[in-house]
């Protein structure tokens, strides 16, 4: 199975700073169809995941600009600009390319 | 809008099967795919298997090949998980999410979640 990696774990962002999550797959992501599948979800505590990102770097409808993903083969990140308080909660990665699907083991972020 | 309603939460005895409902409203289930997550407490997301509700093709992770069972009723729009021979360490909340017909890519929308506690 692909492993997926986050870094860091936890994270605690000031109000109105930004963020960056590191992702990382133990094989490339890349498909035979030339796309490259992988997501980012956001979970707060007691809610389902939200769908962020798409594809690598495409924002979710409803997604504000203010969440950017980039990357490419197995290294992938995650940027906040401006976090703010409903971004509190865990990120995770997730990798639709192999499977089984699999999760990173997710980034906790707070307010400092 | 596109929404999951998931059946409500449940209380097992070890050995006992459960079947978590999620209806879909807002689409045409049998267009797209389910997936199915499930989270243990305090832990992370686990991706257990997918379903076409176009065909029924089913793809179950190694771990519950033998004991999960994935259908949908397209007149009802609702996609079905039935686990069986439950362990405490089934004890989790599981999700139904919206997944393609090819599987593994979308995951845009998600049900809110079953708490499935299994117990002696």
């Known amino acids: 199975d692909v492993v997926m990696t986050q870094s860091p774990l936890s994270l605690s962002v000031t109000l109105g700073q930004s963020a960056s999550i590191s992702c990382r797959s133990s094989?490339?992501?890349?498909?035979?169809?030339?796309?490259?599948?992988l997501n980012w979800f956001h979970q707060r505590p007691g809610q389902p995941p939200r769908r962020l990102i798409y594809?690598?770097?495409n924002r979710a409808s409803g997604v504000p600009a203010r969440f950017s993903a980039s990357g490419s083969g197995t290294d992938f990140t995650l940027k906040i600009s401006r976090v703010e308080a409903e971004d509190v909660g865990v990120f995770y990665c997730?990798?639709?390319?192999?499977?089984?699907?699999?999760f990173g083991p997710g980034t906790k972020v707070d307010i400092k | 809008q596109v929404q999951l309603l998931q059946s409500g939460a449940e209380v097992k005895r070890p050995g006992a099967s459960v079947r978590v409902s999620c209806k879909a409203s807002g689409y045409a289930l049998d267009s797209y795919g389910i997936s199915w997550v499930r989270q243990a407490p305090g832990q992370g997301l686990e991706w257990m298997a997918w379903?076409?509700?176009?065909?029924?093709?089913?793809k179950y992770l190694d771990k519950f090949q033998d004991r999960l069972t994935l259908t949908t009723h397209t007149a009802t729009r609702t996609a079905y998980m039935e686990l069986r021979s439950l362990r405490s360490d089934d004890t989790a909340v599981y999700f139904c999410?919206?997944?393609?017909?090819?599987?593994?890519?979308?995951?845009?929308?998600w049900g809110q979640g079953t708490l499935i506690t299994v117990s002696s």
């Open positions: 999410a919206r997944d393609s017909l090819g599987g593994y890519d979308l995951f845009d929308y």
């Open positions: 594809k690598v770097s």
């Open positions: 997730m990798q639709g390319t192999h499977w089984p699907p699999t």
């Open positions: 379903i076409n509700a176009e065909n029924g093709d089913t």
């Open positions: 094989q490339s992501l890349v498909y035979s169809d030339g796309q490259t599948y």
